[in-house]
Every structure is written in C-alpha cells, then in structure tokens.
C-alpha cells in the first residue's frame, strides 16, 4: 500500500507532497527532510529502494527532479518503480514538458497533478498513453451498404 508520495528537487526541496495514509503536521516536515536525505545522498549506481524504518522508499530521478514514495513491506518495489515511470510518462504527455517551476508556482498544473497523482493511485490508469483512433471514426457496417 502507498503511504506517501513526494516530488523534490536536488536542493532536497519538497515540491509536492501527498499523504494517503494520516500523518501529523508536525511530524511531516521531519518526515519528509529525512526521507529526502536518506534518498539524495545515495549514489546513482545504488538501487532505488530503500528500506526505511517501518516502510520502503521507491524513488527515481528524472532531471532536477526526485519522485520518492513511500511504500508498505508488502508492497512490490518494481511495481512501484514501474508505475512512477508511467507517471512521469503521463506528465509528459499532459503537460508537454512540465518543469520543476510548473509543479511549485503553477496552480492550475499543482491542481491537475493531484488529479493525475490520484488517478495514478488508485490504480485507474490503464493504457491511455497509447494515442486511440478518433471518437469519431466509424468503421461502415454491413447495414451501412447499399445494394447495387
């Protein structure tokens, strides 16, 4: 199950963050500032999953951005792994390049991110990346022809 999901950039900065299971205000910020600081000082030939107190760290980095999600034991790590790289994909696709800036200032892009976040997990998001034939496409049928 997915605790958390955050975006941060190098200077280990959170961008955005979101909560699907109750943590306190309080305990958030020192939450996030260590998570961040376990997963920034790795290497990059190090894996990307971190066993992190009573839960797991998936994270990957894609430019000046870091997507780290905080995940239950029982979870799969390259399930996890995989679904931020279709998340990241969908930005894109979205978005058309969406930067660091987007994600912190824009509120119609934050807005449109969370929507995107919960469709993601929730787990909703099939195969709408690939492009599908236009709505308005009809392939003729047999009742569409005439005799003659």
Excluded at 26 to 44: Q, T
Excluded at 45 to 67: G, N, P, T, W
Excluded at 78 to 95: A, G, P, R, T
Excluded at 120 to 138: W, Y
């Amino acid at each position: 199950m997915i605790k958390f999901v955050l975006m941060v950039n190098r200077q280990g900065q959170t961008r955005l963050s979101r909560y699907y299971q109750p943590v306190e205000l309080s305990r958030r910020a020192a939450l996030e500032a260590d998570v961040v600081r376990c997963c920034l000082s790795r290497k990059k030939d190090q894996c990307s999953f971190v066993e992190y107190k009573d839960f797991k760290l998936v994270y990957r980095q894609y430019a000046a951005l870091y997507i780290v999600v905080g995940v239950t034991d029982s979870e799969n790590e390259l399930s996890i792994y995989e679904l931020v790289h279709n998340f990241v994909e969908v930005l894109d696709k979205y978005f058309s390049r969406v930067s660091e800036l987007d994600v912190s200032f824009n509120v119609k892009c934050r807005t449109d991110l969370c929507h995107l976040q919960q469709f993601i997990l929730c787990r909703c998001l099939f195969c709408f990346l690939d492009s599908a034939p236009p709505s308005d496409h009809v392939q003729p049928g047999p009742s569409s022809r005439h005799p003659g």
